[in-house]
């Protein structure tokens, strides 16, 4: 038996825990925050390249319209453009550092699940969330019973842990 729904919830960026909200089996709602990561390197970035934009203004400033000045100028104007497609690339990389649940349902977690203030990996699992609505049941039938069932049939299920009793299942491949 597997959840039909369930979403495995990676780290989108390489960076530290800030906030882990999560517990074993907690039911989240979707769009609820997961985790938040923080990063000195997307941060150091970000602050270095408000630095050079900085300077870059200054510079344009000073430069004016400066009939003398203007192949300087383009350049400042090109490296400016660069600049501020570097702050983009990190303002979207810093909005992937916080981790929403992509769908309710409930958590579960790593074997050594993450805490605030461990480091982790880009792409690095953090939890899944399972839908435990609706289940997914995989079997095998002999050879001889396959004439006399048909998709769309009704069948009960036994599973092994007795305490959840027989579940009511429908073929549907």
């Not at 990190?90 to 309710?104: L, Y």
């Not at 880009?122 to 995989?138: F, N």
């Amino acid at each position: 038996m597997e959840p039909e729904f369930q979403f495995h919830v990676h780290a989108q960026e390489a960076g530290q825990i800030a906030v882990a909200n999560l517990a074993e089996m907690r039911r989240v709602e979707q769009g609820e925050l997961l985790f938040s990561l923080v990063s000195p390197t997307l941060e150091n970035d970000a602050e270095q390249s408000r630095i050079r934009n900085e300077r870059i203004y200054h510079e344009l400033s000073v430069i004016g319209f400066d009939p003398e000045r203007q192949d300087e100028r383009l350049v400042l104007l090109a490296e400016q453009d660069q600049i501020q497609s570097e702050l983009r690339s990190v303002s979207e990389k810093q909005e992937r550092m916080e981790i929403f649940a992509p769908i309710a349902g409930y958590a579960e977690l790593p074997d050594v699940p993450f805490a605030q203030g461990d480091w982790v990996s880009e792409g690095e699992l953090l939890a899944r969330i399972v839908d435990r609505e609706a289940w997914i049941i995989k079997g095998y039938v002999r050879e001889l019973d396959v004439n006399r069932i048909q998709v769309g049939g009704e069948a009960v299920f036994y599973p092994d842990l007795v305490e959840l009793g027989p579940i009511a299942a429908r073929l549907v491949s």
